[in-house]
């Protein structure tokens, strides 16, 4: 209950602060007030919001789900297999370090479509998905290790019957990094061009028309479509590591 307070004391400040900096007109008056992007929102409706907002929705899941699945695969192989980590390694840290909006044009030349916006997400949910499960799977009790090898276990019943249980928290909490990040990389993937409709473009839209108010609307919601994302994640985790909440 205190945490939730704190949180709701927040978004009153958040929401104050936002509409003193619109009454005060800072910025040459381009930030207009929370009720009139509010306003704003209610008049364009679902039939703007809703189409956008599920096709960008589609495409950050398909990007989290290839980004993550590689991920944790990758960090699976290393445990497994100890001499590739140094070129996994390698693999992720160029993954994480190279300019993804250099890449998305090359990824939009070559196969088109809603590609890149795909590409994009999953990029964004690798690095950090991949260290929290190797992370993850290298935090094992060593006791419980040391009984599957002796009684005859090797590095797949360790893996299976210690290390992936232990990997949990970590991957879980990977994943909900990952989620809104996926988000990111969708709405980049957008605004590369080549279609014609989710936030990434509706938002480019409104930013060339100077719609001040949509363009903030689509900010807002590209932030709500984040929460969700990073919301369902800890939910599953919630679920899926019981005892994480017996011991809080």
Known sequence: MPSRLGGLAGIAALLVLWEILAVMRVAGGTIPSPW??????????????????????????????????????LAVLV????????????????????P?????????????????????AA??????????????????DATSLDLIRAYGGGRWQRLR????????PNTLAALKIAAPSAVLGAIIGEYLGGIDSGIGVALTAAQTSYNVPRT???????????????????????LALPWTRAEA
């Open 123 to 140: 990029m964004y949910c690798f690095f950090t998905t991949m260290v929290g499960t190797v992370s993850g799977l290298r935090s094992a």
């Open 100 to 120: 993804l909006l250099a890449l998305g044009p090359i990824i939009l030349v070559v196969f088109g479509g809603r590609t890149p916006t795909v590409f994009l």
């Open 216 to 238: 903030w609307g689509m900010a807002l919601a590209a932030a709500a479509l984040a929460g969700l994302g990073y919301a369902i994640v800890a939910i599953i985790a919630r």
């Open 36 to 73: 009139q992007v509010l306003d704003t929102m209610y008049h364009d409706g679902w039939a703007l919001y809703g189409p956008n907002f599920e096709i960008t929705a589609w495409g950050a899941l398909q990007g989290f789900l290839w980004g993550n699945v590689l991920a944790i695969a």
């Open 161 to 168: 019957r210690v290390q992936l249980i232990a990997a949990l």
């Open 79 to 98: 445990v497994l297999i100890p001499p590739i980590e140094m070129l996994v390694t390698q693999l992720a840290i160029l993954s994480y370090c190279t």
